[in-house]
T-cell receptor, first 115, second 116 residues
Framework: GAVVSQHPSWVICKSGTSVKIECRSL??????MFWYRQFPKQSLMLMAT?????????EQGVEKDKFLINHASLTLSTLTVTSAHPEDSSFYIC???????????FGDGTRLSIL | AQTVTQSQPEMSVQEAETVTLSCTYD???????LFWYKQPPSRQMILVIR??????QNATENRFSVNFQKAAKSFSLKISDSQLGDTAMYFC?????????????FGKGITLSVRP
C-alpha cells in the first residue's frame, strides 16, 4: 500500500530556532500534499495545501512567513517552522494525495516541542 | 463551506459489545466522500471506512459498518464485537469529489474507550 514517511517523528529545540519537517511519499507520486496541526485531544486543523512546483495555499489564519512550505518534487514536501516559539509546540501531520477522489495517505506525524 | 459535527466527545463500551458513533455534516454538494478515521494513542491516522455519496449501499469493513442517510446528512459508524484495540479517537471526515486539491474536513472527534 501507499506509504508516507514523515521525519523527524519528535523534535525538541530552543525558542528562536527554525525546524524543518519532511514528508515523503515512498512508493507513489503525490501531486498534492497537505499539512495539518493537531493539539492534544483535538481535531486535525488544515494549515496548507501544497502542490508540486507551485506555491502552497494557506488556510485562513495561518502565517505563511511563519510556516514555510516547499514542494519541490512529486515525492517530497517540507514544512519549516521559522523562529519557533513555545506556542508553536504541537503535533504536525502531513498527508499525500495519490489520486484525486481517493483517501489521503497520512504520515505518522511530528511532535514538535519548543523550549 | 462544509461542516462536520461530532457532538459526543467521549464514549465507553464493554469489550465484545456494539457501539455507534454519530456524525452529521452539512454541504451543498451532491457528490462527495465520507470517511471515518481512527487515531490510536500512537497518533497514526488510520482509515477505517469510506462511503461514496452516490452509493446507496452502506459500506462495511469487517466489524465496522456505517449507516449513511444522505437526506438527513448523517453518517454514523457502528463497531461490532468491540476489542480493546479499538480504543482510540475517531474522526468523521468529508471530502468533495470534484477537482484537485480535495481537502478533508474533519469533525472534532470522539474518544472511544473499550473496557475489558
Amino acid at each position: 500500500g501507499a506509504v508516507v514517511s514523515q521525519h523527524p517523528s519528535w523534535v525538541i529545540c530552543k525558542s528562536g530556532t527554525s525546524v524543518k519537517i519532511e514528508c515523503r511519499s515512498l512508493d507513489f507520486q503525490a501531486t498534492t500534499m497537505f499539512w495539518y496541526r493537531q493539539f492534544p485531544k483535538q481535531s486535525l486543523m488544515l494549515m496548507a495545501t501544497s502542490n508540486e512546483g507551485s506555491k502552497a495555499t494557506y488556510e485562513q489564519g495561518v502565517e505563511k512567513d511563519k510556516f514555510l512550505i516547499n514542494h519541490a518534487s512529486l515525492t517530497l514536501s517540507t514544512l519549516t517552522v521559522t523562529s519557533a516559539h513555545p506556542e508553536d509546540s504541537s503535533f504536525y501531520i502531513c498527508s499525500a494525495d495519490e489520486h484525486s477522489n481517493q483517501p489521503q495517505h497520512f504520515g505518522d506525524g511530528t511532535r514538535l516541542s519548543i523550549l | 463551506a462544509q461542516t462536520v459535527t461530532q457532538s459526543q466527545p467521549e464514549m465507553s463500551v464493554q469489550e465484545a459489545e456494539t457501539v455507534t458513533l454519530s456524525c452529521t455534516y452539512d454541504t451543498s454538494e451532491n457528490n462527495y466522500y465520507l470517511f471515518w478515521y481512527k487515531q490510536p494513542p500512537s497518533r497514526q491516522m488510520i482509515l477505517v471506512i469510506r462511503q461514496e455519496a452516490y452509493k446507496q449501499q452502506n459500506a462495511t469493513e469487517n466489524r465496522f459498518s456505517v449507516n449513511f442517510q444522505k437526506a438527513a446528512k448523517s453518517f454514523s459508524l457502528k463497531i461490532s464485537d468491540s476489542q480493546l484495540g479499538d480504543t482510540a479517537m475517531y474522526f468523521c471526515a468529508f471530502m468533495k469529489s470534484t477537482g484537485a486539491n480535495s481537502k478533508l474536513t474533519f469533525g472534532k472527534g470522539i474518544t472511544l474507550s473499550v473496557r475489558p
